[in-house]
């Protein structure tokens, strides 16, 4: 969901992030053991100081920050360098495809394909990369950042 709306709107609602905040709180109560609980705490605390530093930095957008922080108190100490390491590896992939559309955005084949596939999954146009430069693209890093989450919460469940 985090994915989708900062895609189409270039921002994560807070309510989505309390969401996530909120639901790591109660399976820190439920099923992280009470020694351990006070580690996710202060691991979640660190990551949205050290977040809200590089927000202040222009380097990291708020609603980022948040979601980032959210996750970091479901990953704790166990699982916070898979969520840094899958969300920075997504990020890059990420970065790649802004970058490399940026270069091909002038060919009729990639503007007809990048349209259709915005107008059928966002109903809006693709965004238009070049307007102020290459400098001036925005990622929606939200993206990279449900990806890491996605793959934490996979390896909390067990799952992986």
Do not use: C
Not at 19 to 41: K, M, R
Not at 100 to 128: Q, R, Y
Request: charged share 10%; glycine share 12%; hydrophobic share 60%.
């Amino acid at each position: 969901m985090a994915a989708v709306w900062d895609m189409r709107y270039r921002l994560i609602p807070n309510a989505l992030s309390i969401a996530v905040f909120a639901s790591a709180l109660l399976h820190i109560l439920i099923a992280v053991p009470w020694a351990d609980a006070s580690v996710h705490l202060l691991v979640g605390a660190a990551v949205f100081f050290s977040g809200m530093i590089i927000y202040a930095l222009g380097w990291f957008g708020g609603g980022d920050v948040k979601l980032f922080a959210a996750l970091a108190f479901w990953a704790g100490p166990d699982h916070i360098l898979a969520l840094f390491v899958v969300t920075t590896l997504a990020g890059g992939v990420l970065g790649l495809i802004y970058l490399a559309s940026a270069f091909f955005h002038k060919s009729a084949v990639v503007l007809i394909g990048a349209n259709w596939f915005f107008e059928t999954l966002f109903n809006k146009p693709a965004p238009v990369f070049f307007v102020g430069g290459i400098r001036n693209i925005e990622l929606p890093y939200g993206v990279a950042i449900a990806i890491g989450g996605g793959a934490i919460l996979y390896q909390i469940a067990g799952l992986g």
